[in-house]
């Protein structure tokens, strides 16, 4: 990672992560663009190991993402090559061909089809990427996997990061303890339409592909999909979700399995930590923006009014101003063009209320208020006052550090 | 206007405006928020003038708005009244009742209905506007009424503007010369969905109202729908075109008018001339940025993509460091949804190619496409490759002025 200050949102340390059996991760510094730091994550998954993904909908996706797509269809994982500091996007024919030799070069050393190897790559888009530096570095990175190293690896896939990040749950399937763990990164270039950021889930449960996809599918609808940090969505935006199985539970067999709802919980909470670390670390973050939407037409019509809230650049410089312009919150939910009832709408800011009925609270007292806002970590409730749907999405301030980081990243 | 710096980008004076026959402006300071200058227009038009308007699509539109809605459809405007400092908006039935307190005030000085005065307001949304400050003063503004008072009405309508907005363009229709003449104000809070700002034009041709209206939608379709600053959409936008028919003119009688095509182009020349004005003071703003979309599916598709990069924040903020960062460039149009191809994709910035067949340009020289980047007026082409469609959008760079600028507006 970049040797910029921490965000001031970030955990107090890295969490406790266990071992997830069947998993063993190297890394190492490759000097594809960082100096003095490891940028390239390797992953090796015992034989049988189910996989599930969700890829950025740009339709400027890098070849990693074609790749992994392709990929997908087997429903095995038995690799994951990761790299920081160059995307590998908009790079033509020569990408692609950059990913096949990758791919091919894990493939050979763990002894699998080409097609159970996943990539992904991660930093400047439109530069050449020299595979050479990876596949010359992956026999050695081979006699270096063990299980646990989870912190490394999720500081060798960072870029713009400013902490690493991970996340686990344990849960019981059957009478067995499985564990979900996962590791991500990104901090700008976040935003709805997917995973909006490379993350890495991992769990020991037996898990069939197409009842993971599934999982991984709802997991990310209930969190990545709810976080922006400034709207702009990645060429490169990987979320995969691998089981290797080796918890011994008995294999899920679908929605109706008594257990798929606590799988299903474990993988959306593991992933909804992760998102909210992303946001956490968005790019010069100073306040972490919990925005909660009720009374919208229905759950779908919430989060895009909540997302055109924490989307909106007025809403977020007043939030770094520490200023409860609830006005711009109104601007930025009729922008939205989901129905909002003028004469029943309500905000609440940090629970007090400011407006409701459409209009101004009368002789509201600003102290708690402005109290609230100077806090780092803010709430803003917004009942639209049609129906029943809610959603919370979350988001940061904009701030000057958004600016200094964005300016001459490249330079 | 705030008595903030000018932004660099302005014209170097307000235009020599022209009088436009059948149209009296008055301004004053009511003291309805800014201190020493003033913050109320009032417009007198001649009897028979015709009246035609966009409004925002925002859902929580502001009660001024929605009287200039019901008022259109009778097609006659005799007064405009607009303030600036407070929006009016999200003011309850309060709000309303404020509107048809001033637009009484005003119809009973003028001898005219109160469907045809047309209002505005314009700055902090959620406090209540104090409508005596405007009706007790628009006895007094009536005696000041005169043609041409151009560039003080301009000044009078400015929130965070930093210079007046006027623009003017003559045309002869059947022999017979007319004049287009406008004002605008509007630096933040502007993006599409319609007029994006107030904007109010005048003419002394003669067109029939509902001629008028095609006009006026066609022009902001052509101007104010394709500029952007930060693509938040106001609870107040106002785009209103009045004809008052003295120029003598025989009145237009539709699209198969022979004067039709000159008309309107006088129209979207100066809405153009307007929106370029308002994006040029775009909050904080140090680059005026063209971007230009060619091989899109469709005119519609091209200005997606195009409106896709001048809103994304990484693309606005690398203008802003004088990065030439295409990369961003290429994440935008991926992250439009608009299909594009990755592999006939092509990026000139400054006229300079930097991308072509879905990769960089092998070797291309930095150093013009440094200087351009330099330069305060940046030309972005992109050329997607799938088919003939074809957009221009504008916009500015975000930079460190636009967060000074909002993060403390209210307080």
Redesign the interface.
Known sequence: MAATKVSPLAPERFPEMPVVYGVRLATRACGLRYVGRDDVLFVEMDEGTTVAGVF??????APPVDWCRNALAGGQGRALVVNAGN?N???????LRTVERSVRAAAELLDCRPSRVFVASTG?????LDDTKITGALSAMKNDLAPGNWEAAARAIGTTDTFPKGATRSVTLGGVEVTVAGIAKGS??I?P?MATMLAFVFTDAAVPAPILQAVLEDANEHSFNRTTV??????SDTLLLFATGRAGNIPLIGPDDPDFDVFRAAVREVCLDLAHQVVRDGEGASKFVTITVTGAEDSGAAKRIGLAVA????VK??I??E?A????I???????????S??D?AIRIGGHAV?E????VPGYDEGPIAAHMRGAEIDIAIDVGVGDGEATVWTCD???G??DI??????
Chains 1, 2 share one sequence.
């Open positions: 950025t909908r740009s339709t400027t996706a995307a996007a908009f790079t033509g024919e020569e990408g400047v888009i439109g530069e050449r700008g270039m935003a339409n400034d709207g702009d969505t990645s060429t989307d909106s650049p007025l410089t007043a770094a101003g200023d312009n609830w006005g711009r109104v601007m930025a939910v009729g922008k939205s063009g989901e129905e909002a003028r004469e709408m407006a009925q459409g209009s101004a904009l701030t000057h958004y600016i964005n300016a001459d990243y490249r330079t």
